[in-house]
């Protein structure tokens, strides 16, 4: 379907606006939307997020310390300026290093999770397993009792207990 | 395996039949690995990627599983075979046109396929026809089970399974379905389709996963929040809750149109049917278009004489690269229309 304003582009963005009773269907394409100050919800592109979070003031940094987005991975040299360019980090250590930066980001991208809580391999160890079984059923138990579904939420308690 | 001989069947997976499969065209999942020893992607020199490709690749061969599995090199392959793999959904479109050592491991039946040195150093999937996202999630977890005793992933007590790109992190997993939805279309109420999935976090493609465009009414639907829910709960919430939900918008809009406006249902479809029966030159949208219009005949009983299989092969073989090398030569896009209107109409012939 093209764009009902410029007829050039596909149209994208449809709304349904019904004022008195009439149903008026517009099509656009992203150009027109905007200018037509169409804000669209949709997810933020990483990049845009990632520049924003970059340049969001850092704590006071001492007068020796170079500027954040100049600090290197020790391992593979990456730096935030150069990931906020290609949306890709260097090597596993990266989170770490970069953890402070990283974490915003990861809590935007992730709809507010920062914990994994699925698979473990079996290399990981029985500790790790039992620990992520356990953060698992604490996060079900919460949702459980957000709801109100407190049969759900006694039984998850008493695998919490049995675990422990 | 040779890669032109698979240019003249369908992929074997697709001929199955399944649950859902008047809306669902297939259920893929894919889980994203990488070595705890290498750097990701960007700070790889091509002798550390060749080393990831050596690893991977003889983990996977040596792996006990019922199918045959073939490496195929495709930093060595010429630009066809690539574009072919990435048109049967063996590779992505940016493993294809990448460069440096990198290459894809597939199981004979086409259902399994791991691509090394994608964006990740392992990226695994598995294909079924219609809605069985249960069966592909068991199958490439036991899979990924067997090779994790083989190579050390990247993993972190408290982020998961580590990825090049945060937006994976955690658990790795991409679960997506590939959907027709014409009626929702043809009623206006596609809108419901995307809040839906708005609602629920997800992401919405075309027809060939990130940046392409909906055509022809297929809509690839996939999550996008990958760590704080387990595998699992990502794959339940697709097949108990959003697909169910959405087949039925689907069924509902179908039996509006049916009921409703019969007459003029039938005639976009019959109309769809004699184009493609007639045609001379076919371009690759609109191929799809009137396919999809097609399609939608022979789930509502309009069209009885043409299996669905011939069609789902039809997406397959109408393909630039299928129909080059079919053709055994490159064509320009002139030939290729032509050569895709003679595939259709022989393939819809009236006997």
Redesign the interface.
């Known amino acids: 379907m093209l764009c009902q304003n410029c007829k050039k582009q596909?149209a994208t963005i449809?709304l349904?606006e019904i004022s008195n009773g009439h149903r008026i269907?517009t099509h656009l394409c992203q150009d027109c939307a905007q200018n037509q100050g169409l804000t669209i919800?949709?997810?933020i592109p990483?990049n845009e997020l990632l520049s924003t979070l970059l340049s969001a003031p850092q704590e006071p940094a001492g007068p020796a310390q170079p500027p954040q987005e100049q600090k290197a991975c020790p391992?593979?040299?990456?730096t935030l300026q150069?990931f906020s360019k290609?949306?890709?980090?260097?090597?596993?250590d990266?989170?770490?290093v970069f953890e402070k930066n990283?974490l915003p980001?990861?809590l935007r991208?992730?709809?507010?999770?920062?914990?994994?809580?699925?698979?473990?391999?079996?290399?990981?160890g029985p500790d790790?397993k039992k620990?992520m079984r356990l953060t698992?059923l604490r996060?079900k138990l919460n949702e459980a009792v957000r709801r109100e579904q407190y049969e759900t939420a006694a039984r998850l308690r008493d695998e919490i207990r049995k675990l422990q | 395996m040779k890669l032109t001989d698979l240019s003249k069947q369908p992929s074997p997976w697709l001929r199955e039949s399944g649950p859902l499969s008047e809306v669902v065209i297939s259920s893929r999942i894919r889980l994203a690995r990488?070595l705890?020893d290498?750097?990701?992607?960007?700070?790889l020199t091509p002798e550390r990627k060749k080393e990831i490709l050596e690893i991977i690749k003889n983990a996977l061969l040596a792996l006990p599983l019922e199918q045959p599995l073939f490496f195929i090199d495709v930093e060595e392959a010429a630009p066809l075979e690539r574009d072919l793999l990435a048109e049967r959904y063996l590779i992505s479109l940016p493993h294809a046109r990448s460069d440096g050592p990198r290459g894809v491991v597939v199981a004979q039946s086409e259902h399994f396929s791991a691509m090394i040195n994608e964006?990740d150093h392992l990226r695994m999937q598995v294909f079924a026809a219609a809605q069985q996202l249960e069966k592909c999630f068991e199958q490439i977890?036991r899979i990924?089970?067997l090779l994790?005793?083989k190579v050390?992933?990247?993993?972190?007590?408290?982020?998961?399974?580590?990825t090049?790109?945060?937006?994976n992190?955690?658990?790795g997993?991409r679960v997506s379905v590939m959907l027709h939805l014409p009626a929702l279309k043809m009623t206006?109420q596609?809108?419901k389709f995307?809040n839906t999935a708005?609602d629920c976090?997800l992401?919405v493609r075309g027809l060939f996963g990130e940046g392409s465009?909906a055509v022809g009414d297929f809509y690839q639907l996939s999550n996008?929040?990958?760590?704080?829910?387990?595998?699992m709960e990502i794959v339940e919430n697709f097949s108990a809750t959003i697909v169910p939900k959405i087949v039925d918008y689907e069924r509902v809009a179908r039996r509006k149109l049916l009921e409703e406006t019969p007459e003029a249902i039938d005639d976009k479809i019959q109309r769809s049917l004699a184009i493609l029966r007639s045609a001379r030159l076919v371009s690759s949208q609109e191929a799809l278009i009137l396919l999809s219009h097609v399609r939608l005949g022979i789930h509502t009983g309009r069209i009885t004489d043409i299996p669905l299989s011939k069609i789902n092969e039809l997406f397959l073989y109408i393909q630039p690269a299928h129909l080059q090398m079919q053709a055994g030569r490159s064509l320009t896009p002139d030939q290729r229309d032509s050569l895709r209107a003679q595939i259709i109409r022989t393939a819809l012939s009236v006997n």
């Open positions: 596909t449809h349904t269907e919800q949709t997810q990483l391992r593979c040299g990456m150069r290609e949306m890709l980090l260097g090597c596993p990266d989170y770490e990283l980001l990861i991208t992730q709809n507010g999770h920062s914990e994994h809580c699925g698979k473990v391999p079996a290399a990981a790790r620990q698992n996060r | 990488n705890a290498y750097e990701f992607k960007p700070c964006e977890n990924d089970t994790e005793s050390q992933y990247a993993f972190h007590p408290r982020y998961g399974y580590l090049a790109c945060p937006t992190l955690g658990t997993i206006g596609i809108e995307f708005r976090n992401a465009e996008q929040v990958t760590l704080g829910v387990s595998e």
